[in-house]
T-cell receptor
Framework: KAGVTQTPRYLIKTRGQQVTLSCSPI?????VSWYQQTPGQGLQFLFE???????NKGNFPGRFSGRQFSNSRSEMNVSTLELGDSALYLC?????????????FGEGSRLTVL | GDSVTQMEGPVTLSEEAFLTINCTYT??????LFWYVQYPGEGLQLLLK???ADDKGSNKGFEATYRKETTSFHLEKGSVQVSDSAVYFC??????????WGAGTKLIIKP
């Protein structure tokens, strides 16, 4: 069974640009959650999508957005990038929802903002 | 606010040593508790969990007991192997069904 796949794995952007990250969950999983991981703040929850609907949202500005498609693949977008957005962005899928706490993570997309 | 505190790493042990990684949490009520592990070059994966007080989660020789009196969920293993070298994260579920994570503890096992 294929795991959670995130693309791209690495990317470099400049301030003010926007970026889109993609996540393919494990087959059959309907929930996709996104996290930001930084050395200073650790793992922070961005949002969860379940069957194409945003089910939960963390405390991030509106520049961070996401969506989920009918095949459960998800994308997250960050607009007007700031230096502080440099981080590892992790996607996690879950069969029954992130509220179970049983998440399967991808390896992440490492974003560097210059 | 809600938080999870883990012992700072790195923790360096010799093979076959006994392992304890401390984890304490703040909470109202009795949240579900989790340990996740991140092996080098891999994504985070659930190691074990406990959903109510006095529950013991176990997997791959690791154990953790939900202690409501001390609000702790310490991870233990009786005899570690080099292959256990990884970063370990403690987490708890909050009232909004989001996971609150500890900072992670890097474990290094020397042969």
């Amino acid at each position: 069974k294929a795991g959670v796949t995130q693309t791209p794995r690495y990317l470099i952007k400049t301030r003010g640009q926007q970026v889109t990250l993609s996540c393919s969950p494990i087959s059959g999983h309907r929930s996709v959650s996104w996290y930001q991981q930084t050395p200073g703040q650790g793992l922070q929850f961005l949002f969860e999508y379940f069957s194409e609907t945003q089910r939960n949202k963390g405390n991030f500005p509106g520049r961070f957005s996401g969506r989920q498609f009918s095949n459960s693949r998800s994308e997250m977008n960050v607009s007007t990038l700031e230096l502080g957005d440099s981080a590892l962005y992790l996607c996690a899928s879950s069969l029954d929802g992130a509220n179970t706490g049983e998440l399967f993570f991808g390896e992440g997309s490492r974003l560097t903002v210059l | 606010g809600d938080s999870v505190t883990q012992m700072e790493g790195p923790v360096t042990l010799s093979e076959e040593a006994f392992l304890t990684i401390n984890c304490t949490y703040t909470a109202t009520g009795y949240p579900s508790l989790f340990w996740y592990v991140q092996y080098p070059g891999e994504g985070l994966q659930l190691l074990l969990k406990a959903t109510k007080a006095d529950d013991k989660g176990s997997n791959k020789g690791f154990e953790a007991t939900y202690r409501k009196e001390t609000t702790s969920f310490h991870l233990e293993k009786g005899s570690v192997q080099v292959s256990d070298s990884a970063v370990y994260f403690c987490a708890r579920m909050d009232s909004n069904y989001q996971l609150i994570w500890g900072a992670g503890t890097k474990l290094i096992i020397k042969p």
